[in-house]
């Protein structure tokens, strides 16, 4: 299963609005693989970060899928940023 996980979730996209987001909207942005689908992903990001997710919204681009992923208030984006490698 961990294999899994890892192949869902590329690595996190760090962009000036998604370090915004993080800050503002409890928000982070994850490239994903272009075949999962947002229930794989939220499944995913449950499991390898230990937290809940409330929404996850999905936008292609040309480099692939973007995942952008609100947590529930009792997690901070901030804290869950830090395990992932964005600061």
């Known amino acids: 299963m961990t294999e ?11 962009t000036e ?3 915004d987001e993080m800050e ?5 942005e994850f ?5 999962a689908s947002r ?6 990001v449950e499991d390898l970060y230990q ?3 409330a929404k996850i919204t999905i936008k292609i681009v040309r ?5 952008t992923v609100r947590f529930k208030p009792e997690y901070s984006a ?7 490698g964005v600061f």
């Open 63 to 67: 480099t692939g899928k973007i995942a």
């Open 39 to 44: 229930a794989q992903v939220k499944h995913a």
């Open 17 to 19: 609005k998604a370090m």
């Open 51 to 53: 937290c809940k997710v």
């Open 78 to 84: 901030e804290d869950i940023g830090a395990r992932a």
């Open 24 to 28: 503002r909207m409890n928000k982070l």
């Open 31 to 35: 490239a994903v693989d272009r075949r």
């Open 4 to 14: 899994l996980r890892h192949r869902v979730i590329l690595h996190p996209y760090v």
